[in-house]
């Protein structure tokens, strides 16, 4: 049994040995063919690296957009370069939600990405961090510093990339912005990159103004005195507009819905405008006999009514048995105009002849030669010369201190009296301040009203 034993012992090494110089042998015979093979066999595209596709990503402003190509402006360094939108690019807004290229517009603050060597953008989205602010104006802009303030924020304009009109045009500078032009923004951090003039500026010429003495009124909110106008151009906020021109003296030109675009000049032509005329009542006073009466020269005939525009006029009326009259008057309003003519009195009775009789020479011996110049004529006469008191006339007026013309002569300022023989007088009051006055006033025997009271108007 025991020789059993240490055979099978032996047997179990013999096999372990043989065991272990089986694996040594197979081990060194694949790594030799191994080694052969990396020798000998021609190498495949699984054997090959390719480099790695590089992908930018830039931060910039969109200075145009001509189809699906964008011109983009770096923010880093200014530098403009091109991409396309192609099928595979994704395009956001900066909340991430996808959007159509359609939502893009000149002045967006972008980030987008490619690759190197490639136009065709990867992505294109609305800068998260960007901002955008509306309906500002030129107020708020400081040309000077290129700065903006909003509420208590100031914002630099030193970086400002795209300034665009609203017809999508770009501007060179701030300068082409007007008072009433409607602004949006977008920037980024302190900076403001892009500026677009949503809705500009027209503008209102005046032409052929009879007078400067009016205003022009927008929309019937906006007053505007023409005698604050320079050039007479107004400048109004593209639209449409109810425009309505007041002038002293003339009937309102009144237009609606007059339409003004962005960069136009509309022209108002006032040349057509209808001056604003008054009633003149004339009474004329000659005990209803005819006449012909005549302003600045032209002939009205025997009217008792005429329309004047405002100003200063000559009246002139001649009438037969009467003095011819005459009369300065200003017009601003509807008047009455009372002319009381003064009749020419009747030539008097030629002084009769004496008689042959009473020029016979006397015989020398009965008419001494005193009575000669013996003159009983004047005697008879006397009577018919002799003129009672004349009137004395008190005039006053309200205020005092009104100079006074009687037919043209000055006599004196209010309270004056005068010593007046019978007949018409044409009266004229003159006071700074207040308007001319003018009346006549009738002196006779009996009934005759010596004091008059004239109160008179301010200007």
Do not use: C, W
Request: charged share 20%; no cysteine; hydrophobic share 35%.
């Amino acid at each position: 049994m025991k020789g059993n034993k240490n055979l099978v012992t032996a047997i179990i090494s013999i096999l372990v040995v043989s065991l272990v110089a089986l694996m040594v042998f197979i081990i060194i015979g694949i790594s030799k063919f191994t080694e052969l093979g990396n020798i000998t066999s021609p190498p495949t595209q699984s054997n090959i690296v390719l480099p790695r596709e590089i992908e930018l990503n830039l931060d910039g402003v969109i200075s145009d957009i001509k189809g699906n190509s964008l011109y983009i402006k770096s923010l880093n360094n200014n530098k403009v370069i091109k991409v396309n939108v192609v099928g595979t690019t994704i395009i956001s807004d900066k909340y991430n939600k996808q959007i159509p290229l359609s939502q893009i517009s000149v002045g967006e603050i972008v980030k987008l990405s490619y690759t190197v060597g490639s136009d065709d953008l990867k992505t294109l989205q609305i800068h998260p961090m960007s901002f955008t602010y509306k309906d500002l104006g030129i107020k708020q802009i400081n040309i000077d510093n290129k700065s903006l303030t909003i509420g208590t924020i100031q914002y630099t304009l030193d970086e400002l990339q795209v300034i665009e009109n609203p017809n999508g045009n770009l501007l060179l500078d701030l300068d082409v912005i007007n008072e009433f032009d409607d602004i949006m923004v977008k920037g980024l951090g302190n900076n403001i990159y892009s500026l677009k003039i949503v809705t500009g500026s027209g503008f209102i010429q005046l032409v052929d103004l009879p007078t400067d003495n009016g205003r022009l009124e927008i929309n019937r909110q906006r007053q505007i005195p023409l005698s604050t106008l320079k050039n007479d151009i107004i400048e109004v906020q593209a639209g449409i507009y109810d425009i309505a021109l007041y002038l002293d003296d003339y009937l309102p030109l009144i237009l609606e819905n007059v339409i003004i675009e962005y960069g136009q000049t509309y022209q108002l032509d006032a040349a057509g405008i209808q001056p604003l005329t008054y009633q003149i009542n004339i009474n004329v006073i000659n005990n209803h006999q005819p006449y012909e009466l005549s302003i600045n020269g032209e002939n009205y005939g025997e009217t008792r009514e005429a329309y004047l525009q405002t100003g200063d006029y000559n009246l002139d009326i001649s009438s037969e048995g009467f003095f011819d009259y005459s009369q300065s008057f200003r017009v601003k309003n509807n008047m009455t105009l009372q002319l009381i003519l003064k009749e020419i009195p009747p030539p008097p009775p030629p002084k009769p002849e004496p008689e042959p009789e009473i020029i016979l020479e006397p015989e020398p011996e009965f008419i001494p030669e005193p009575e000669i110049i013996l003159e009983a004529e004047p005697e008879i006469f006397v009577p018919e010369i002799i003129v009672p008191k004349n009137p004395i006339i008190n005039l006053n007026t309200s205020p005092a201190g009104a100079a006074v013309y009687i037919d043209g002569e000055y006599i004196g300022s209010t309270p004056v009296s005068k010593e007046l023989n019978q007949g018409i007088y044409k009266i004229e009051f003159e006071l700074n301040g207040y308007e001319n006055y003018s009346t006549s006033i009738i002196v006779e025997e009996e009934d005759i009203q010596t004091d008059y009271l004239y109160v008179l108007i301010p200007k």
